[in-house]
Nanobody
Framework: QVQLVESGGGLVQPGGSLRLSCVAS????????WAWYRQAPGKERELVAS???????NYADSVKGRFTISRNNGKNTVDLQMNRLEPEDTAVYYC????????????WGQGTQVTVSS
């Protein structure tokens, strides 16, 4: 019912920036709350940012003030602007439904790797 494709990851130095993009197809996009998740090696996947259909946002404390989530309902996309990146941000980043009580789809994309290292 849904196909999720993430892009925009890469290798950056601490303090740098990246912008991630996700396109979601085959689902009812506009009514849902969408989110970015990340999973670092040896850790569970965590919710880092979410945005509702009315563009109310929520962020994990670890990224608050540094990351900004946005969405474009016409393009079925959700982006994550990441600034002042830290080594602790290194992870595979995924998009899916989530936050504000929304359950993610069981089908996940491949994610996009973000590596923050000097």
């Amino acid at each position: 019912q849904v196909q999720l494709v993430e892009s925009g990851g890469g290798l950056v130095q601490p303090g740098g920036s990246l912008r991630l993009s996700c396109v979601a197809s085959g689902s009812i996009f506009s009514a849902a709350t969408w989110a970015w998740y990340r999973q670092a090696p040896g850790k569970e996947r965590e919710l880092v940012a979410s945005i509702t259909s009315t563009r109310v946002t929520n962020y994990a404390d670890s990224v608050k003030g540094r990351f900004t989530i946005s969405r474009n309902n016409g393009k079925n996309t959700v982006d994550l602007q990441m600034n002042r990146l830290e080594p602790e941000d290194t992870a595979v980043y995924y998009c899916n439904r989530g936050g504000f009580g929304w359950t993610p789809f069981s089908s996940w994309g491949q994610g996009t790797q973000v590596t923050v290292s000097s």
